[in-house]
């Protein structure tokens, strides 16, 4: 895998007076408004961005103009990160993805680097995913950084894969999807990827229950790949991790996400007896 470290709040990006803010995540916007409150005292021109200013823009709009960020902003937030294609084909009630990138497009041109950022590679068109695949072949350690599709994913798309050096990474956000994610699960295997270079999302409180998220979770761990749990966060939530569904408590939500992103240190911890 790359060594590439992501960045886990803003980036910006200073020229001839003028300073850009890249923002991901809505609670960052609080250090970005303490942040474009200074640099405007400074006399800079503040420009403000990113996906977490497209779903509340007006939060920076009296400090910052809201617009955009600078082409290669990305590389500020990851050096090793790329995108082929941005939005997505899927209107997930939880997701960001289409709501600030909008449909589904293929990018002509794309830099060459391991971490694939794309939110839906298999909604492309063929020739699209198999430009990608011959691009990456040259490649070590590559991560298909925001999951792959279950519901599109075929033997086609897998056997591809398989030619790479890769990490290939699943969700399964909600038990009624197991039989798409186990299918697909099976596919990469029959392609020949080892186990534990599958990782799989595991979202955790949302439309769940501590019930149905233990099943999934120890499902993954059985079939031998790594668990990647995420918890849910509002898409307007300005303090990450504050929010607690009607069927969790806080304290066992924080259980779930320190133990099974954490199973190299408490594998041998049962999770009923882990506090």
Known sequence: ?????????MVEHSENGTTRLSIPFTWNLPEAYQRAVWLGAMGQRVIAGGPAVNLMPDYLADVA??????PDALELHNPLATFTSRGCVRRCSFCAVWRTEGELRELDDWPIRPIVCDNNLLACSRAHFDRVIDRLKPVKGIDFNQGLDARLLTGYHAGRLAELDCRVRLAFDHVRTE???????????????????????????????????LYRL????????????MRYNPLDSLVRDSYVGPNWTDRELT???RYWSNLRWFRHVPFDEFR
Do not use: C
């Not at 895998?1 to 709040?9: D, E, L, R, V």
């Not at 103009?65 to 600078?70: I, L």
């Not at 020949?192 to 990782?199: D, H, P, T, V």
């Not at 120890?218 to 749990?229: D, M, Q």
């Open 255 to 257: 259980r779930f996400m």
């Open 179 to 213: 039989a798409q994610f186990l299918t697909a699960w099976e596919m990469v295997r029959k392609a020949g990827i080892a186990k534990r270079s599958i990782s799989v999302y595991v979202l955790v409180g949302y439309d769940d229950t501590p019930e149905d998220a």
């Open 65 to 70: 103009e809201v617009g955009t960020t600078w």
């Open 218 to 229: 120890r499902l993954v761990h059985s079939l031998g790949s790594y668990t990647s749990p």
């Open 1 to 9: 895998m790359s060594n590439g470290k992501w960045q886990g709040s």
